[in-house]
């Protein structure tokens, strides 16, 4: 995990908003993993999907002048395939990482714990850094919230009333 974390930091260079972003996703994402007993492979997938999750947004607003999910999720996956496989990451789960990363806005296609996982993380990180509201908290809670682990920790640091 240490040669992943080191490459999305090399990545985004001074870019410290975006590599804390990435850390606290990775960091939730991973203590849900272990606290919902996931497998080690799909702790592995999960954790290295949380550090490259926004990978693709330098490219997005270079592109397209624009960062929403959508061009981010298009341009994420050959960023990271391309930092995974320097690292010789096993093929399998760098194509689960890589669609994982390509689809992560798209809460449709929550396909596996891994993806709900990291769902729930990126929420944990994005209701603190975006300033939501406490009726938008609710709404994500009821909407994307689903292990045990990521509902104690929304409860736990943003409190509603009722
Ligand atoms: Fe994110």
Known sequence: ????????VEYFGCDVRRINHALK???????????????EQDIEVTEIAAVLHDIGILVSEKKYGSCIGKYQELEGPAIAHAILDKLR????????VCYLIGNHHTYTKIDGIDFQILVEADFLVNIYEDE??????KSIKEKYFKTNTGLQLL????VLIS
């Open 89 to 96: 990451t096993k093929p399998d789960t760098i194509a689960r």
């Open 155 to 158: 409860d736990s640091m943003f």
């Open 25 to 39: 996703v990775y960091g939730l994402a991973s203590t849900i993993c272990r606290c919902e007993n996931l497998c």
């Open 1 to 8: 995990m240490h040669k992943v974390i080191t490459s999305m």
């Open 132 to 137: 939501m509201d406490e009726k938008m908290v």
